[in-house]
């Protein structure tokens, strides 16, 4: 019988792993925040800006890196 002693696995806080992406290059990437609804009122430009995903402060970035192991 062969056993593995290895650490066991550390959990992906899936909240985290459902907001945040991890590019290729380890950028942290979200979603502009305020594209549901109330979005006729902005102009133009507003709308289009909040298209576009955005990156995360360095600070920010090394928790969100923490708390999705794997990626």
């Known amino acids: 019988m ?11 806080r899936q909240a985290v792993a459902k907001r945040f ?5 380890g950028k942290v990437i979200k ?12 102009t133009g430009e507003n709308k289009r800006r909040k ?7 360095n600070v920010d970035a090394k928790n969100i890196k923490k708390m999705i192991p794997y990626n």
């Not at 062969?2 to 992906?12: C, D, E, F, G, L």
């Not at 992406?21 to 290059?25: D, P």
């Not at 979603?31 to 902005?42: I, K, M, P, S, V």
């Open 31 to 42: 979603r502009t925040a305020g594209q549901d609804h109330f979005n006729a009122r902005e």
């Open 51 to 57: 298209r576009l995903d955005t990156s995360i402060a």
């Open 2 to 12: 062969i056993t593995n002693n290895n650490m066991p696995k550390i959990k992906t």
């Open 21 to 25: 992406k991890i590019t290729k290059n």
